[in-house]
């Protein structure tokens, strides 16, 4: 089945502590990409990558890194996590720019 | 930066009612439009994307239109029932991003 998972779904952490979120496609899409979602702001883009080693900002990625070493592999990393980090997060997919998305079930991240 | 609006925010209409979704953009450089829907705590799931080149497109009852040259796309739910209930969110690729709007919460009542 097509897909897009993403690990932990739920995550409670602490401020400081650092944290990566998995996303992992068994389409062999190049284009991967990283939302958060946060009330009244809708799905903001944090990070993209057209395809492998090949990464770029989008408009929020202040306090997120990302790495795309292997084809279907996209890990959002948040070195120091803070409070104003808490939202629900998605990865998302499509086979190139700007071919139609596929997105994860999301993960939602609080930070305290 | 592209801009994307959804009007209205939300949206309740009776059982069997045909209504239509907005979105307007401000960047007329895109390649398609896509339309998703949104079920409480859950992920986007893809209903319709059509390209800069067309002026419509249909999946069961629903017909998305576009109209690049004035920023705008609507999204027509023909006799809408209660589990069409979520939130309908828009999503313009420009220039290697995807821009999303803000959604608009729909309630079907039976």
């Known amino acids: 089945e097509a897909q897009v998972t993403q690990n932990p779904r739920y995550l409670i952490t602490v401020t400081g502590k650092k944290l990566t979120v998995t996303c992992s496609q068994n389409?062999?899409?190049?284009?991967m990409s990283w939302y958060r979602q946060d009330p009244g702001l809708g799905l903001r883009q944090i990070y993209y990558s057209m395809n492998v080693e090949v990464t770029d900002k989008g408009d929020v990625p202040e306090g997120y890194k990302v790495s795309r070493k292997e084809k279907r592999n996209f890990p959002l990393i948040l070195e120091s996590p803070s409070p104003n980090q808490t939202s629900l997060y998605f990865c998302a997919s499509s086979y190139s720019f700007p071919y139609e998305q596929y997105f994860g079930p999301g993960t939602r991240l609080t930070v305290t | 930066k592209q801009e994307v609006t959804q009007i209205p925010a939300a949206l309740s209409v009776p059982e069997g009612e045909n209504l239509v979704l907005n979105c307007s953009f401000t960047d007329s450089a895109i390649y398609n439009l896509q339309w998703f829907r949104q079920d409480p705590g859950k992920g986007l799931t893809s209903l319709l994307l059509?390209?800069?080149?067309?002026r419509e497109q249909t999946s069961g009852r629903l017909n998305a239109s576009l109209d690049k040259s004035s920023g705008r796309s609507t999204l027509y739910i023909a006799a809408s029932q209660p589990g069409d209930s979520a939130t309908y969110l828009c999503?313009?690729?420009?220039?290697?991003?995807?821009?999303f709007g803000t959604g608009t919460s729909l309630t079907v009542i039976p």
């Open positions: 999503a313009v690729p420009t220039r290697n991003q995807f821009y």
């Open positions: 389409m062999n899409h190049e284009y």
């Open positions: 059509i390209q800069s080149s067309q």
